[in-house]
Structures are given as structure tokens and as C-alpha cells.
């Protein structure tokens, strides 16, 4: 793909070359490094706020960062008790780093799509993707992570043989065993693959629609992509949220018998 | 766009902040939140508390009050009385001082009534003698006719 992208001229180029990741390696052991580097830059600018945050937490008048800081807190605990009624110490501090982290990197998408790129080849990097969930890696990572943390759950509640049971005897009862059971697997891995492919679908796309604008007249420019923008601001919080809930959804379903 | 190993590194970087968050930053957090609704919650009751305690307070406030004037009016027509108790005592005193400088003043005034007329006496005597001692045209002895003339004064 890189080869192509330098080969081609004009707004293929332009486009595939805003694409493109910087990588290193080959085949599986490739690794994307803007996608690592600016998800762990964003995650410790997460991890930054909030431990100030936490630090200077009081029960007294608390003061700007920690209005903030909680009321992200109230908000993610009222949508995790809203739908999970087990004890975890886990799923709030989970869903609060999902949904910061997943906001974090969606709003690199409204940095202007030339800025980044043109730092980057000024420091010699010949491709620079700043957005991280444009990365089917990234997204799959939380949702495959999600996902364990769903088989673990189910199995440590409902026991090796009532997880078992449940993937066999539902929804249609034990003489449709096999039935059930595909069923079930559809169900379940679907989860995984649609958390991430939703994330990735909506940012990539958006991503895409801001390159597209960047390709046009300087002076029609500002009229599409401020709109653009503006209703980007409400997708990215979206798909934070979404993805936020839906894990803490799972994750009750994980905890609940049938 | 493929899957690769950058799949781990985000795993890892996930797991690691996940955990950070869970035993770093919710926790403080949470509680502070969890605190701050307690603190507020005891605050209102301590209010509603002290709201009850000024209505019994006002209460008790009215009650001592009305003691405090039934008291006051009592003292009061107690003062009123002795006030005129002391009027009139003063006044039975003040007649009684009059009467008695009434009475020295009368006796001063006969004393002195009594000397005027003495020395009234002892001078018409005198006169009485220039008087004769013209009329007679000759010396009387003054001496022999002391005790005439005694007389005489003594009768004025």
C-alpha cells in the first residue's frame, strides 16, 4: 500500500497517503506506531488529569478539575447503574476509561487533517495517521479486550457448566443443541465485531469526509468542514458513549442467570 | 487495513490503564463524591435541627416574656402604691413641721411684744418725767421720786 500511495499522483495520493500508518516490521509483527503512540500519549493525558484530579479530591468545595472530574464520574456511575445491578469494582472505572480514552481518540479527528501529517514529515515520518480508532487495531484491542473480560465474567458467575449450559439449552431448549449453540456463538462474537467495526466505521468515514473536504477549493473549504465539524463534535462524543454503554450492557449480561 | 501485532500493544496499553484507573483514580474520586453527599446530607439534617431548636427556642422566648411583664405590672402597682404611701406620710410630716414652726414663731412674736412693751415702758416713763420736770418747772429729785416713778411705769 505505501508503495502505491507514493506511485500515485493527485487526490488518490493525497488521500491514501492520509491513510497510511506509520509502521515498522512486516506481515503479522507490523506494528503501527502513530496508532500506539498517540493512543498512549492520549491515554496518559487521561491518566494525567484525573490523578491530579484524584489527588486534590476533597469532600470540601471542590474547585474547576474536580467539578469536571466529577461529573464525569456521577455520569459514568449513573449509566453503569442504570444497567448493571451486580457489585464490580471493575465495570465504572472501566466504562470511565473507555469513554474518555475512545473520546480522546476520536477528537484527534478535529484537528485540521494536514496539521499532524505536516509535523510528521517535517521530523522526517513519512506517513502520520493521528486518529487511533481509524485503526481497525485499536478498536478490535478494546473490544477484543471487552470481550474477554465478558467470557470471564460469564464463566466466573455462572460456572464453567452454567455458562456451558447456557450456550447449549438456549434459546430453544436441549433437543436443538447444535442450533443453540451456533445461535449463541453468533450472538456473542457478534458483540465483539460490532463494537469495534462501529467505532472504526463512523471515525474512518469521518476522517475520510474531512480528507475529501480538504481536496476541494480553499474557498469552499470552511463553508463544508466547519458543519462537518460541529456535527462531528456530537458523533465522537457518541461513539464514546455507545461503546462505553454497550460494554457495561454485556457486562451485565455476563452477570445476569437466564 | 489489517490486523497486526499493534493489536497487542493496544491491548496492553488498554489493560494498563484500566487498571491505573480502577485502583488509582476512581477510587479517591468516588469516594470523595460519596463523602461530600454524606457531609450535605448530615448539613440539612443539622439544619432542620437548629430550625426545630429556634421554634422551641421562640417557644420558651414567649413564655418568659409574658412572665417577665405579669412580673413588671405587679412591681409596678406595688411602686405606685408605696409611691403614695410616701406622699402621704410626707404631707401628715410636712403639716405636722408647719404647725410646730407656727407655734415658735407665735411665742418668738410675744416674746418680742413683751420686750417692745418693756422698753415702750421704760421710755414713756422718761418721757413722762421730762414731761412733768417741764411742766413743774422745777428739778425733781430723781432719786426721791424713783420709787413714784416705778410705780407709774409699772401701770403703763
Known amino acids: 500500500m505505501a508503495t502505491e500511495a507514493h506511485a500515485a499522483e493527485g487526490a488518490t495520493g493525497y488521500i491514501i497517503h492520509h491513510l497510511t500508518p506509520l509502521s515498522v516490521g512486516s506481515g503479522f509483527w507490523t506494528l503501527h506506531l502513530d496508532t500506539l503512540f498517540f493512543s498512549a500519549l492520549l491515554g496518559g493525558l487521561f491518566i494525567w488529569f484525573f490523578k491530579s484530579a484524584a489527588d486534590k479530591a476533597t469532600a470540601g468545595v471542590p474547585g474547576l478539575v474536580q467539578n469536571f472530574v466529577e461529573m464525569m464520574i456521577e455520569f459514568v456511575d449513573t449509566q453503569v447503574k442504570d444497567s448493571f445491578h451486580g457489585t464490580s469494582k471493575l465495570i465504572a472505572p472501566l466504562a470511565l476509561t473507555i469513554f474518555c480514552w475512545v473520546f480522546l481518540w476520536n477528537f484527534m479527528d478535529l484537528f485540521p487533517v494536514d496539521i499532524l501529517p505536516s509535523i510528521g514529515s517535517m521530523m522526517g515520518l513519512p506517513y502520520l495517521r493521528s486518529v487511533p480508532s481509524t485503526d481497525l487495531n485499536a478498536t478490535f484491542a478494546m473490544s477484543i479486550s471487552v470481550f474477554a473480560l465478558i467470557i470471564f465474567y460469564s464463566i466466573k458467575i455462572k460456572g464453567p457448566i452454567g455458562f456451558a449450559k447456557e450456550l447449549l439449552f438456549q434459546p430453544f431448549g436441549p433437543w436443538l443443541m447444535p442450533f ?13 465485531i460490532s463494537l469495534a467495526l462501529r467505532l472504526f466505521g463512523n471515525l474512518y468515514a469521518g476522517e475520510l469526509i474531512f480528507i475529501l473536504i480538504a481536496l476541494l477549493p480553499s474557498y469552499l473549504q470552511p463553508l463544508l468542514s466547519f ?27 455476563a452477570h445476569e442467570h437466564h | 487495513m489489517s490486523i497486526n501485532a499493534t493489536l497487542i500493544g493496544q491491548m496492553i496499553t488498554f489493560a494498563l490503564l484500566v487498571w491505573f484507573t480502577m485502583k488509582y483514580i476512581w477510587p479517591p474520586l468516588f469516594d470523595s463524591l460519596e ?14 435541627r437548629g430550625q426545630e431548636d429556634i421554634l422551641a427556642a421562640e417557644e420558651r422566648a414567649k413564655i418568659v ?7 413588671s405590672s405587679e412591681l409596678l402597682s406595688l411602686a ?39 422698753n415702750l415702758r421704760a421710755e414713756v416713763a422718761t418721757l413722762a418725767l421730762d414731761a412733768a420736770e417741764q411742766i413743774l418747772g422745777a428739778e425733781i429729785d430723781k432719786a426721791k421720786h424713783q420709787d413714784i416713778i416705778n410705780k407709774v411705769s409699772s401701770k403703763l
Not at chain 1, 180 to 192: G, M, R, S
Not at chain 2, 35 to 48: S, T
Not at chain 2, 65 to 70: R, T, Y
Open chain 1, 227 to 253: 458543519p462537518w465539524a460541529i456535527f462531528h463534535i456530537l458523533i465522537i462524543t457518541l461513539q464514546a458513549f455507545i461503546f462505553m454503554v454497550l460494554t457495561v450492557v454485556y457486562l451485565s449480561m
Open chain 2, 35 to 48: 463523602e461530600r453527599k454524606k457531609k450535605i446530607a448530615d448539613g440539612l439534617a443539622a439544619a432542620e
Open chain 1, 180 to 192: 443453540n449453540l451456533l445461535l449463541k456463538l453468533v450472538e456473542e462474537i457478534a458483540k465483539p
Open chain 2, 65 to 71: 416574656l409574658k412572665e417577665a411583664k405579669e412580673h
Open chain 2, 80 to 118: 405606685q402604691k408605696r409611691a403614695n404611701e410616701i406622699v402621704e406620710e410626707s404631707k401628715d410630716t410636712a403639716k405636722k413641721d408647719g404647725e410646730r414652726l407656727i407655734i415658735a414663731a407665735r411665742a418668738q412674736i410675744d416674746q418680742e411684744i413683751q420686750q417692745v412693751k418693756d
